[in-house]
């Protein structure tokens, strides 16, 4: 940080004020209320579902948000998501506050400190983890221990140096913004690509394929054990894996510390047990939501919220688990399952799920070319996610700069430099 800057804790120049409740008392007004859920991710406001509620009267005038007021997000969050979001209010006209969840922090003297500056320098804060330490946890929700964030070290330069930071901060964000957008479309055209084809190789069946129902080309289906089978008691932090519609993800089993079972209870339950190449199928939640039994997930067994598949010789495992996944079958699924408020998908209707069915195989070899397009596809994804995450980290570097007195023109131009498909430039000065 550069000598000639000030250091002061938040609550030297900024007052603070807690949330409405819901009004007891009239008379009433009705105003918008901000809330936790009108915070982005990216400390910005969003506006399009701010609430209108009836207040009182006289605690909205000793609440009534200003522009360039600062709001903090002080209760609330999650297990991944800690609170001390920031906002600021940018609207002149109407009538607002922010809600018991919630504070604001006005600056006292605004011809001393830009709001955008402190917004910033506080949206730092957040975003490197520094309120993670400021919390209390109860019931599920995080507390931002206030008196500990008021003593916040706030790095002050002249007004106009924080109005060139901010300036200059903005040309950055919006160029990795701009990176992370085409990123993100990159990342959204890879995975079109392999679902297009996936799709129409299902939806064109060619010549000599022929139109069978699932229950014709299977050798047995079950289900998972009845609820009753299995109780609270049975689960355990760490043992065998009962697999349920939450351990299928991206067409893969993966094991969940809450679903697991002791050996006593599988020895029980047996029958239920896994072998290699059974398609397990979710029968809640999305449907076509389905996987492959491999090496790894032998013995685990089914749970009560799916189903089991096993194949007979005339079909490829693999060809069938992709036909479940197709757009066609699962709008069929959709379609076809009974539930009133969860889709519930049972034997009957999966028996009779249409399948067009080529030789072995041409099953196969439509397997190989879809489990390469697969393979590319993921490559891309893993390219592009990690693009996002460098744009982040880009992000925190570029603020670190700033609040350090390092943000030269020239330096900006090295950090944030961002070639056409989102490709951060993070190379060292």
């Given amino acids: 940080m550069k000598n000639d800057w000030e250091v002061k804790k938040l609550e030297e120049f900024c007052d603070f004020g807690n949330g409405l409740w819901a009004g007891k008392k009239p008379p009433y007004i009705a105003v918008g209320v901000i809330r936790n859920t009108n915070f982005t991710k990216d400390c910005e406001l969003n506006d399009s579902d701010i609430i209108c509620l009836n207040v009182e009267k006289s605690q909205y005038d000793k609440r009534k948000l200003q522009f360039g007021d ?32 919630t504070s604001v ?17 506080l949206y730092f804060h957040y975003l490197t983890g520094s309120t993670e330490s400021m919390q209390s946890h109860s019931t599920g929700i995080r507390n931002l221990k206030f008196d500990e964030y008021k003593q916040i070290n706030v790095p002050l330069p002249l007004i106009s140096e924080q109005q060139r930071i901010v300036a200059t901060l903005d040309e950055a964000f919006d160029a990795i913004a701009r990176a992370k957008e085409n990123a993100e479309k990159n990342l959204q055209n890879a995975r079109d690509l392999f679902e297009s084809y996936l799709q129409s190789v299902f939806a064109n069946p060619g010549e000599g394929w022929e139109e069978k129902r699932l229950g014709e080309i ?24 009962v697999v349920n519609p939450q351990n299928i993800i991206n067409g893969e089993i993966i094991s969940l510390q809450k679903t697991m079972i ?22 809640r939640g999305e449907m076509g939501r389905c996987a492959i039994v491999t090496e790894k997930e032998i013995g685990w067994l089914c749970g009560t919220g799916c189903l089991v598949i096993r194949i007979g010789q005339n079909a490829d495992e693999e060809f069938i688990r992709l036909c479940l996944s197709s757009a066609k079958v699962k709008e069929l699924l959709e379609k076809e399952s009974i539930g009133t408020t969860m889709s519930n998908l049972n034997q009957g209707i999966l028996m009779q799920v249409p399948i067009a069915l080529p030789p072995l195989p041409e099953q196969r070899s439509i397997v190989a070319k879809l489990n390469a397009l697969s393979t590319e596809t993921k490559k891309l994804e893993a390219i592009y996610q990690k693009k996002l995450a460098d744009l982040e980290e880009l992000k925190k570097s570029i603020l670190k700069k700033a609040f350090n007195g390092e943000l030269e023109c020239s330096t900006i131009r090295k950090i944030y430099t961002v070639e056409q498909n989102g490709q951060p430039a993070l190379g060292k000065e």
């Fill in 262 to 283: 002791n050996q006593k209870t599988k020895d029980r339950l047996c029958k239920y047990s896994l072998i290699k190449k059974d398609i397990v199928i979710a029968r």
């Fill in 105 to 121: 922090i006005k600056i006292k003297n605004k011809k001393d400190i830009d709001f955008y500056y402190l917004h910033k320098y």
């Fill in 70 to 101: 600062i709001v903090l997000e002080k209760s609330g969050g999650g297990p991944k998501q800690p609170v001390g979001r920031v906002i600021i209010f940018n609207k002149i006209d109407g009538e607002y506050s922010y809600s018991n969840f």
């Fill in 218 to 241: 299977i050798s047995e289906m079950m289900t998972g054990p009845f609820g009753s089978m299995l109780h609270k008691s049975d689960y355990v932090p760490d043992g065998i894996p």
